[in-house]
């Protein structure tokens, strides 16, 4: 029996100041689209490649509320927070971040 091999974690994008994330699926592809704090109608759609359905984890992020309506699943963040989003396989994981100016004002 084969062991799957390890994938590593490749960077997708990384985004500032989002109060709002919605996961979604239509027909055979995934899609997550970013809403900005205080701007709610200022989006970032992230686009996933369409040949495969991603299993979709949020990680670290603490969220007031998630309201499930098929096909679309939408996060209430508890306030502005930096979001990174990395793929491993068919996995991809949307998880809070440190920015470089945090980073900088705990040392």
Same mark, same amino acid.
């Given at each position: ?21 919605? @996961? ?8 997550? %689209? &970013?809403?900005? *704090? #205080? ?34 699943? @939408? ?8 979001? %990174? &989003?990395?793929? *491993? #396989? ?18």
């Amino acid at each position: 029996m084969k062991t799957p091999v390890p994938q590593e974690e490749q960077c997708i994008d990384r985004v500032k100041g989002v109060g709002a994330i919605i @996961l979604g699926v239509s027909e055979n592809r995934n899609w997550i %689209e &970013l809403l900005y *704090e #205080g701007d709610l109608m200022h989006t970032k759609k992230i686009e996933l490649p369409s040949d495969t359905l991603f299993d979709i984890f949020v990680e670290e992020i603490p969220h007031k509320s998630t309201i499930y309506e098929y096909p679309r699943t @939408l996060i209430y963040l508890d306030g502005p927070c930096d979001l %990174e &989003l990395v793929r *491993e #396989g068919n996995k991809v994981i949307v998880r809070g971040c440190q920015t470089r100016e945090n980073e900088s004002l705990k040392s």
